[in-house]
């Protein structure tokens, strides 16, 4: 059974990885913008994998039989001064969310809710996945925006990325 304070959690979690979703669809945009459709599928595929984060706790709470209760997504950022401040903030973003994550483990071992504990596992782990992906992706756009070509030449990189669902999914 998941307790009233833990299902809130969870729905505020699932709303948080559907504003991911949109906050990198905004930055996608910003790079159409900019002329780097590479920069922008790199965003697309983030917002993918944050949308289908967002439908695992959606499932999980159909699954453990509570209420999902989906809230007003606010306006993402929609405007940065270059592609390193863009990769600062998703750098930045995934900290925030991964610790996130470990209010909710927190939460789920002060209530003994091992379910919902297990459930979280996937998530901590994601996250190192997640910080270490936009960390390498930051350190490439510094290194790159200091050669005349290096951001053209990252654009093309980052255009070959793919959306790959968990076995999860």
């Not at 009233?4 to 949109?22: D, F, I």
């Not at 905004?26 to 944050?50: I, K």
């Not at 001064?81 to 939460?107: A, Q, R, T, W, Y």
């Not at 998530?123 to 992706?137: L, T, W």
């Amino acid at each position: 059974m998941v307790s009233t304070k833990m299902e809130e959690a969870l729905n505020k979690q699932l709303n948080a990885e559907v504003y991911s979703g949109y906050l990198y669809l905004s930055m996608a945009a910003y790079f159409e913008e900019t002329d780097l459709s590479g920069f922008a599928n790199w965003m697309r595929v983030q917002a993918q994998e944050e949308l289908s984060h967002g439908m695992k706790f959606y499932d999980y709470l159909v699954q453990r039989g509570t209420r999902v209760t989906l809230s007003e997504i606010k306006k993402p950022q929609f405007s940065w001064e270059s592609p390193v401040d863009v990769f600062e903030h998703v750098l930045s973003h995934e900290k925030v969310v991964s610790g996130m994550i470990n209010d909710l483990v927190d939460l789920a071992i002060e209530e003994r809710d091992h379910s919902t504990n297990n459930f979280l596992q996937w998530f901590v782990a994601e996250q190192v996945e997640e910080e270490e992906s936009a960390s390498d992706a930051l350190s490439k756009v510094k290194f790159a925006s200091e050669a005349s070509n290096g951001l053209f030449l990252l654009d093309s990189e980052f255009g070959t990325r793919v959306y790959t669902p968990s076995t999860s999914e």
